[in-house]
């Protein structure tokens, strides 16, 4: 199956400083990415949309300055969460799809990667 | 977007089948029905699909009602291995419009 995979799976940074995660999709083109964040005991929440070539799609509520995405290759997508605080230390986590699971709408997700913020 | 409800937990035995409901009263036209599985500290895993009826696969079957305003995961068998949680996900993920709203999931817990 598709395989998508995020680097780091887990970082500790100091206050202030940016961190920035890496998801890529190893043998398939994503034209699609999509960056989740997941707080402990509770459900993902869609942070931005991601397509090749152009800018993100932010949720409501996400700030786009302070959460980076650049989606500059159709296997490479990156988060970089910028002046972290400990309120930013979560669980994020990316998904792609295929072309060929697009009608079925299939996400493949990342490992997920942790970030602590101290 | 189609809301769903699911039990918060449950609690099974080893060699049990389980039966994990989801209602989705407001479900669309073009909405499939989608459940994923994730373990702690892992992405959320692909089960099965489905759009009306039954559908079966190498790890679970969906059950959809004629209405679809519900699906029942139906896992064959359970094993320790399977304790994760299970979201069940309701939306038309062709195109752009691929946003889906999870909720909590039920928590399965496999005892021996």
């Known amino acids: 199956g598709a395989v998508v995979s995020q680097h780091p799976s887990w970082v500790i940074c100091k206050s202030g400083t940016s961190v920035k995660i890496e998801c890529r999709s190893l043998?398939?083109?994503?034209?699609?990415m999509f960056w989740y964040r997941q707080f402990p005991k509770q459900s993902l929440m869609l942070m931005a949309t991601?397509?090749?070539?152009?800018?993100?799609?932010?949720e409501q509520g996400v700030e786009k300055d302070k959460f980076l995405i650049n989606h500059a290759s159709l296997t490479l997508s990156t988060l970089t969460v910028t002046s972290a605080h400990p309120e930013d230390s979560s669980f994020y986590i990316c998904?792609?799809?295929?072309?060929?699971?697009?009608?079925?709408?299939?996400?493949?997700f990342g490992e997920g990667s942790r970030l602590t913020v101290l | 977007l189609a809301k769903t409800t699911q039990p918060i937990s449950m609690d099974s035995y080893e060699g049990q089948e389980v039966n994990i409901t989801c209602s989705h009263n407001?479900?669309?036209?073009?909405?499939?029905i989608t459940w994923y599985q994730q373990f702690p500290s892992q992405g959320p895993r692909f089960i099965i699909q489905?759009?009306?009826?039954?559908v079966t696969n190498e790890v679970a079957s969906l059950f959809i009602p004629a209405d679809r305003k519900s699906s029942t995961l139906s896992l064959p068998r359970v094993s320790l291995s399977d304790t994760a949680v299970y979201y069940c996900?309701?939306?038309?993920?062709?195109?752009?419009?691929?946003?889906?709203?999870w909720g909590l999931g039920t928590s399965l817990a496999v005892n021996p």
């Open positions: 991601s397509n090749e070539g152009s800018k993100a799609t932010y």
């Open positions: 996900l309701v939306g038309d993920m062709t195109g752009n419009n691929r946003k889906l709203i």
């Open positions: 489905g759009y009306k009826t039954k």
């Open positions: 043998d398939f083109q994503a034209t699609t």
């Open positions: 998904s792609a799809t295929t072309v060929a699971a697009e009608n079925t709408g299939e996400l493949f």
């Open positions: 407001n479900i669309a036209t073009n909405d499939y």
